[in-house]
């Protein structure tokens, strides 16, 4: 299964993969029409960014990103895990995860490292925690679907954006609480 996904998202397919989270709806990078494909599915706005799931640090920074100091500690400190970092990329900025999930990680990399990834779900909608709610709400237009079992954790990532001099933001605070989120930071 793994190569077969690989290989699909290579050549600009959408598939539905299982995250220690919740599910998610990804596509290669390197496929504009495939990332925009994901917001057609979701009836996302196109101008929305979509988050990159990464197999490990290095691979975010292969992508181009840079690590503050502050977002240093917490990608250490929290992944694999359900924190998404909102860093430098050039002159740009960029969300990763490493997600907690070992066939998910095995798949970045079969990929090149990253994959944009966003909630299996239709927008506004409840993200999916199983491959059968994926499925009623974007898998039928997915390529592909794959099965992970219910998502262990259930809840979003939370989502911090560390600013070049290291001021960090919690755009969204879901499975790791902000106050934990500066202390760590801190440390």
């Given at each position: 299964?793994?190569?077969?996904?690989?290989?699909?998202?290579?050549?600009?397919?959408?598939?539905?993969?299982?995250?220690d989270?919740?599910?998610?709806?990804?596509?290669?990078?390197?496929?504009?029409?495939a990332?925009?494909?994901?917001?057609?599915?979701k009836?996302?706005?196109?101008?929305?960014p979509?988050?990159?799931?990464?197999?490990?640090?290095?691979?975010?920074?292969?992508?181009?990103?840079?690590?503050?100091?502050?977002?240093?500690?917490?990608?250490?400190?929290?992944?694999?895990g359900?924190?998404?970092?909102?860093?430098?990329?050039?002159?740009?900025?960029?969300?990763?995860?490493?997600?907690?999930?070992?066939?998910?990680?095995?798949?970045?990399?079969?990929?090149?490292?990253?994959?944009?990834?966003?909630?299996?779900?239709?927008?506004?909608?409840?993200?999916?925690?199983?491959?059968?709610?994926?499925?009623?709400?974007?898998?039928?237009?997915?390529?592909?679907?794959?099965?992970?079992?219910?998502s262990?954790?259930?809840?979003?990532?939370?989502?911090?954006?560390?600013?070049?001099?290291g001021?960090?933001?919690?755009?969204?605070?879901?499975?790791?609480?902000?106050?934990e989120?500066?202390?760590?930071?801190?440390?």
């Open positions: 299964m793994l190569e077969t996904a690989a290989r699909l998202l290579r050549a600009a397919g959408v598939a539905v993969i299982p995250t989270t919740v599910y998610g709806i990804a596509a290669h990078p390197a496929c504009p029409a990332v925009a494909r994901i917001c057609t599915i009836g996302r706005p196109a101008g929305k979509i988050a990159l799931l990464a197999a490990d640090a290095d691979a975010v920074t292969a992508f181009g990103a840079t690590f503050p100091v502050a977002a240093r500690r917490l990608a250490v400190a929290y992944w694999p359900a924190l998404t970092l909102v860093l430098p990329c050039g002159t740009e900025y960029e969300g990763f995860r490493v997600p907690d999930h070992a066939f998910t990680r095995a798949l970045l990399a079969a990929c090149g490292g990253t994959l944009r990834v966003t909630s299996a779900n239709l927008s506004g909608a409840m993200p999916a925690v199983s491959a059968v709610d994926a499925l009623k709400d974007v898998g039928l237009e997915a390529d592909l679907v794959i099965d992970g079992g219910v262990p954790g259930g809840v979003a990532s939370t989502v911090v954006k560390a600013e070049a001099d001021t960090l933001t919690i755009l969204r605070e879901g499975a790791i609480a902000s106050a989120i500066f202390r760590t930071a801190a440390s």
